[in-house]
């Protein structure tokens, strides 16, 4: 019997609007990903990757077409159904990391977990193991100012990946990294695949991409698998 897909985009379109011109990010894409693939998104600046990333992640919706997340057609749900689906099933790397600077290491991490509803005790837990597996317990009490740009991304991946989700989602997260701490960060991904979770990362590199299990393309606005 075949299984469904995790991730189903059907006739998925967004366009939006800059000044009197309107662009179209999303192109009646179609779209499977199965639970425990690992998909790299590559194609020029301008292409979609993103808002590609952002609709999967469930940040943002279709103007039209339908979202399929684990049997749920997620695209016309409101902000509040959203944020409860992704809330704990859902974690986010970002080139830039977004870290809070006000807030320690730990403090950052600590963060995904605020409306978990877990226990404090399990919440500390949590956060000290995963500090540990990404070999930056070390660093628990410094802010991130105090870190290399290597170190900021591993507190950004223990951060999306304390709520323990079943899908990780990477937008370019070698981006403002040097070669060997980019190196780094993707054996942490192909880690994170093979313990089982979803990982779908948008990347410029061919040689990452070549990480994954299979590639996406993409060119203004559609998806060509």
Same mark, same amino acid.
């Given at each position: 019997?075949?299984?469904?897909?995790? /991730?189903?985009?059907?006739?998925?379109?967004?366009?939006?609007?800059?000044?009197?011109?309107?662009?179209?990010?999303? #192109?009646?894409?179609?779209? $499977?990903?199965?639970?425990?693939?690992?998909?790299?998104?590559?194609?020029?600046?301008?292409?979609?990757?993103?808002?590609?990333?952002?609709?999967?992640?469930? /940040?943002?919706?279709? #103007?039209?077409?339908?979202?399929?997340?684990?049997?749920?057609?997620?695209?016309?749900?409101?902000?509040?159904?959203?944020?409860?689906?992704?809330?704990?099933?859902?974690?986010?790397?970002?080139?830039?990391?977004?870290?809070?600077?006000? /807030?320690?290491?730990?403090?950052?991490?600590?963060?995904?977990?605020?409306?978990?509803?877990?226990?404090?005790? =399990?919440?500390?837990?949590? @956060?000290?193991?995963?500090?540990?597996?990404?070999?930056?317990?070390?660093?628990?009490?410094?802010?991130?100012?105090?870190?290399?740009?290597?170190?900021?991304?591993? @507190?950004?991946?223990?951060?999306? /990946?304390?709520?323990?989700?079943?899908?990780?989602?990477?937008? =370019?997260?070698?981006?403002?990294?040097?070669?060997?701490?980019? =190196? $780094? @960060?993707?054996?942490?991904?192909?880690?994170?695949?093979?313990?089982?979770?979803?990982?779908?990362?948008?990347?410029?590199?061919?040689?990452?991409?070549?990480?994954?299990?299979?590639? @996406?393309?993409?060119? #203004?606005?559609?998806?060509?698998?």
């Amino acid at each position: 019997m075949h299984k469904p897909a995790m /991730l189903k985009l059907v006739n998925a379109s967004k366009r939006f609007a800059g000044g009197e011109v309107m662009t179209t990010a999303l #192109d009646d894409v179609d779209l $499977e990903i199965q639970a425990g693939e690992y998909v790299a998104v590559m194609g020029p600046s301008g292409c979609g990757k993103s808002t590609l990333l952002t609709i999967l992640g469930m /940040l943002d919706s279709p #103007d039209r077409g339908e979202y399929w997340f684990d049997g749920t057609n997620v695209a016309a749900l409101d902000e509040a159904r959203l944020d409860d689906l992704r809330r704990g099933r859902v974690g986010f790397i970002f080139q830039g990391f977004n870290l809070i600077e006000d /807030l320690t290491v730990e403090e950052n991490v600590a963060l995904a977990l605020e409306y978990s509803g877990l226990p404090a005790a =399990e919440r500390r837990a949590r @956060v000290a193991q995963m500090l540990e597996k990404l070999g930056i317990t070390h660093r628990a009490r410094h802010h991130p100012s105090q870190l290399s740009g290597g170190q900021q991304q591993r @507190v950004a991946i223990a951060r999306a /990946l304390v709520t323990k989700p079943q899908l990780l989602l990477a937008d =370019e997260p070698t981006g403002n990294l040097d070669s060997a701490h980019g =190196e $780094e @960060v993707m054996q942490l991904l192909q880690q994170i695949n093979a313990e089982g979770t979803t990982v779908v990362m948008v990347t410029h590199s061919s040689t990452h991409a070549a990480r994954a299990a299979r590639t @996406v393309s993409m060119l #203004d606005g559609a998806v060509h698998p």
